[in-house]
């Protein structure tokens, strides 16, 4: 049973260019969560997606960030416009239901965003 | 959420038991007390939660002071690999946005040989 699943593991890009971040979430798992880890600082709650739908975007950047986790395929993190302070982990968590009391999150490897 | 409080790092022996504290002396009556780590280059791990009672599993064993106010994972005997960063985390049990696990600076464990 596959763990959540995140690609690219590194990804580079130049200002101005736009970073696409895939997940995958565990088999069975319909909740996905995106978190950032800036360097040197705690893991950050970003946005919460069901398929097809987002829950919660407040930690998400009103300008250039948006998501989607769409009825088939991988759940999308997309930055437009990259600029050198979205430099970061970001990471993918999943869960089977809306995460509560007993249910603990799953997290991917994470992806590495470079911003030369 | 409860702020928490822990040192920024701890060295232990490998095959000694690790003692990880923390101070959350604001917590509330309805929050629990999670434990994720996370190892270099890794996604966070959970590791164990509780509210009050004293909780053991297979890689951990978190013990919460009558109060509330502080806690101690334990790993029972540390191996290298248990090298990591472990955050506490205070969240709400049940309703609300309890996804929004927000972690601190954690506490960076170094297990030496």
């Known amino acids: 049973n596959a763990g959540v699943m995140q690609n690219p593991r590194h990804l580079v890009r130049r200002r101005g260019q736009e970073a696409r971040l895939r997940c995958s979430p565990m088999?069975?798992?319909?909740?996905v969560y995106w978190y950032r880890q800036l360097p040197e600082e705690g893991l950050k709650f970003m946005v919460y997606l069901q398929k097809e739908n987002i829950i919660d975007e407040s930690g998400m950047p009103k300008e250039r960030f948006s998501a989607e986790f769409p009825k088939e395929g991988p759940s999308i993190l997309r930055i437009q416009q990259v600029v050198r302070g979205d430099s970061a982990a970001y990471f993918c968590?999943?869960?089977?239901?809306?995460?509560?009391?007993?249910?603990?999150?799953?997290f991917g490897s994470g992806t590495q965003l470079s911003v030369l | 959420d409860a702020k928490t409080t822990q040192p920024p790092s701890m060295d232990c022996a490998e095959g000694r038991a690790a003692n990880l504290p923390c101070n959350h002396s604001?917590?509330?009556?309805?929050?629990?007390v999670y434990w994720y780590r996370q190892i270099h280059s890794q996604g966070p791990q959970y590791i164990i939660h509780?509210?009050?009672n004293n909780e053991t599993n297979e890689m951990a064993s978190l013990i919460i002071t009558e109060d509330r106010k502080s806690s101690t994972l334990i790993l029972p005997h540390a191996t290298l690999r248990d090298t990591a960063v472990y955050y506490c985390i205070v969240r709400l049990y049940s309703g609300g946005s309890n996804y929004k696990l927000t972690f601190g600076k954690g506490t960076l464990l170094t297990v030496n040989p």
């Open positions: 604001t917590i509330s009556g309805n929050e629990y």
């Open positions: 088999k069975g798992h319909s909740h």
């Open positions: 509780g509210l009050k």
């Open positions: 968590a999943s869960s089977p239901i809306r995460i509560s009391t007993n249910e603990k999150l799953f």
